[in-house]
């Protein structure tokens, strides 16, 4: 049974930084994609970035191309998610997500398999 727990979010103020973690348990991963997606209220969730675990590849949702960065430690089996030069609307919850085949260019929720609880992030102005 594949578990994603994220953990570290919480409220900053604008400018400031926040750095996500993703345990996963379960399986190997190590022919998995892991992504971090956002939810705000009232809006449908949306990709963040995405990792290959195997190799270390990276994608990035254009609205945060040069803030976040998402990198994985294989010996913690752990997911992060540095968020530097947080904006306000970047506040949602954020979860983990991992899938077991496809590109990492498919970014559709849809195409990931497993989700965990998601952690809140706020940002002040």
């Known amino acids: 049974q594949v578990q994603l727990v994220e953990s570290g979010g919480g409220l900053v103020q604008a400018g400031g930084s926040l750095r996500l973690s993703c345990a996963a348990s379960?399986?190997?991963?190590?022919?998995?994609?892991m992504g971090w997606f956002r939810q705000a209220p009232g809006k449908e969730r949306e990709f963040v970035a995405a990792?290959?675990?195997?190799?270390?590849?990276?994608f990035y949702a254009d609205s945060v191309k040069g803030r976040f960065t998402i990198s994985r430690d294989y010996v913690q089996n752990t997911v992060y998610l540095q968020m530097n030069s947080l904006k306000p609307e970047d506040t949602a919850v954020y979860s983990c997500?991992?899938?077991?085949?496809?590109?990492?260019?498919?970014?559709?929720?849809?195409?990931?398999?497993?989700w965990g609880q998601g952690t809140q992030v706020t940002v002040s102005s």
């Open positions: 997500a991992a899938r077991t085949r496809g590109s990492i260019y498919h970014i559709a929720p849809s195409e990931y398999d497993y």
């Open positions: 990792i290959k675990w195997s190799g270390g590849y990276t």
């Open positions: 379960g399986r190997s991963f190590s022919t998995y994609t």
